[in-house]
């Protein structure tokens, strides 16, 4: 006999309801637009929330190249990689990464919000970053979320 009458509901990648998300960058801060964006892909909005599962959303970042850095961020944060050769450590700070392409400034703050491992590399390709208000995904119809509200 099943006296509960209630029981823990788990998302998994059928019962996940997925929507397709707009966000402006323009005069955002970096940091905390992407700590945003970072939950909006993680689903911990949603009620459902999965720690294990993809419940998040698609979401489109419009406007990186007006993102904004506070303080000397733009010549201090530094960007480091590596080549894999011996002493091939390379970095860049964000003004050089800016000025190669300003959407992988927000892909990269993202990213680092995302856990590290399968899941995190899942969640990370339900970004897509626009320089310019450009996009393609207007055939998904995508809400728009406003930050500053």
């Not at 788990?10 to 707009?22: C, D, F, R, V």
């Not at 850095?69 to 010549?75: A, D, E, F, R, V």
């Not at 892909?107 to 856990?115: F, I, S, T, W």
Request: hydrophobic share 35%; with cysteine; charged share 30%.
């Amino acid at each position: 006999m099943d006296t509960l009458s209630y029981k823990t509901v788990s998302a998994n990648s059928k019962t996940a309801q997925k929507e397709w998300l707009l966000v402006d960058a323009d005069g955002q801060s970096l940091g905390r637009l992407a700590s945003e964006v970072a939950k909006l892909i993680r689903g911990k909005h949603k009620t459902n929330f999965t720690p294990h599962v993809d419940c998040g959303d698609n979401v489109i970042v419009i406007n990186a190249e007006k993102i904004q850095l506070t303080g000397k961020k733009w010549s201090d944060k530094e960007y480091m990689r590596h080549t894999g050769y011996p002493g091939g450590q390379r970095t860049l700070t964000a003004t050089e990464l800016f000025g190669k392409d300003p959407s992988r400034l927000v892909e990269k703050a993202v990213k680092g919000m995302l856990p590290k491992n399968k899941l995190g590399r899942a969640l990370f390709k339900n970004l897509y970053v626009y320089v310019g208000t450009e996009h393609k995904h207007e055939a998904q119809k995508p809400k728009v979320i406003n930050f500053n509200d």
